[in-house]
């Protein structure tokens, strides 16, 4: 789910919450209220010069402490949290599935009535809109949203294809498997199988809240015959992540893939890459049965349910969500801005390539959906869990598609009772 500079596995280690404080003095007398909070989040230089200024320019000192390297520990930490009131945390960077676990749990403000996001919701891209009405509130500021782009090489696959039919001729066409050379290389492993069994399942049109009906089992068996009978996608598909594909991408051992945006970096500035801005090609979906959709993700701030300082709070993330500082974020960590309005800054154009390749930024996210329903269900860990042994079941041939859905289905019942 990670992008680049933002992977659960590149998170700084830390076992307890021992983070220095910046003491800066506040510009301002405070009327009433907190005048200090204490935020958790990564470790990056660049953040902690804006939150720096955040604490001259707001008034509020932020103590600010580093998630655990572990990703199991940061969502066993996190749920801990949550499961008891902490209140020792007011501000948490949150992903897809912190998010999630503390929307649906009820542990995360709502802030939807806020400065934070009343001042910026009219550029806010429709994507995230679409996700405060699924969880059902604002429990999130992003400062990032990615996307799972379909990348292409074009020294192999000239033009994309258009549909599933398509992407498997296409990727027969130019697989050359004693070479290394295959035309389908999807996330498999290492806990990512999960957003390729998700993006199959919207493209079919499944329904997502039963994985009872037809067109889940068509999209498992398309991802099924990727392996088995079409082979253009290697067995060692289930154990590939973000990082190999990537690797392998700029090799010239991958004809089609997906990965994050962020990682098309990655792929271009790889010693001896074969791959580059000339012939990369990246673009919607090859079209399922029911659409063309592809998946979003992102990082925001989220407000404790159990801070004692939420107004203080709430005045750090007004000044945090302004244009003028998620335009530093998102050059700060190279990524993908969550407002309209930057899509063609020319500052984050020249830092962020992904947004100008094929047809641009706002088509490529358009219709694309966040990890529903992992991230709008309190049993986000479990449905995590539970979509990603799909893909292993799958890719694996462990379970045929047929038997794959009837344990999904009896698996899914049980996790929700």
């Known amino acids: 789910m990670p992008i680049s500079h933002m992977s659960r596995r590149s998170f700084m280690k830390s076992t307890a919450l021992a983070g220095a404080a910046v003491t800066l003095s506040a510009p301002y007398v405070r009327a009433q209220g907190a005048s200090e909070i204490n935020m958790i989040g990564w470790n990056a230089p660049a953040l902690m010069d804006i939150f720096a200024r955040a604490e001259k320019e707001v008034g509020v000192k932020i103590n600010y402490d580093v998630l655990p390297a572990a990703w199991s520990d940061v969502m066993a930490k996190i749920t801990l949290w949550g499961q008891t009131g902490y209140d ?33 919701s009219g550029d806010i891209v429709e994507n995230i809109t679409v996700l405060n009405n699924a969880v059902g509130g604002v429990y999130r500021i992003f400062f990032t949203m990615g996307l799972e782009p379909f990348f292409y090489n074009k020294s192999l696959v000239p033009n994309a294809p258009k549909t599933w ?173 969550p407002y309209r309005s930057m899509f063609t800054d020319p500052d984050i154009v020249a830092k962020l390539p992904q947004l100008t390749i094929g047809s641009g930024w706002e088509d490529q996210i358009r219709g694309a959906r966040f990890r529903e329903p992992i991230v709008s269900s309190p049993q986000v860990t479990q449905l995590w869990n539970m979509f990603d042994k799909i893909g292993s079941y799958i890719l694996s041939g462990e379970k045929d598609p047929a038997a794959t859905q009837a344990w999904a289905i009896e698996e899914y019942q049980a996790i929700r009772g």
């Open 88 to 120: 020792g945390i007011d501000v948490l960077f949150a992903d897809d599935l912190i998010g999630g676990l503390w929307g649906m749990n009820g542990w995360a403000e709502d802030l939807s009535g806020t400065d934070a996001w009343t001042k910026n």
């Open 165 to 337: 039919d398509e992407l498997v001729s296409v990727g027969q066409s130019v697989t050359k498997a004693d070479d290394g050379i295959w035309g389908w290389r999807p996330l498999g492993g290492q806990g990512h199988a999960f957003n390729t069994v998700l993006l199959m399942l919207n493209q079919a049109g499944a329904d997502l809240k039963t994985l009872q009906d037809p067109a889940t089992l068509q999209a498992l068996q398309f991802m099924y015959d990727w392996v088995q009978t079409s082979k253009i996608t290697p067995p060692s598909a289930i154990s590939e992540d973000n990082p190999a594909v990537e690797a392998l991408a700029a090799a010239g051992k991958a004809a089609m893939w997906w990965t994050y945006d962020g990682g098309l970096a990655n792929i271009l500035r790889a010693d001896q890459t074969k791959v580059t801005l000339e012939n990369i090609g990246m673009s919607r979906w090859p079209k399922g049965p029911a659409s063309d959709i592809g998946l979003v993700h992102g990082w925001g701030w989220l407000l404790s349910k159990f801070s004692q300082k939420k107004d203080a709070s709430k005045e750090v993330l007004a000044w945090l969500s302004s244009p003028a500082i998620i335009k530093q974020v998102s050059l700060a960590q190279s990524a993908a801005p």
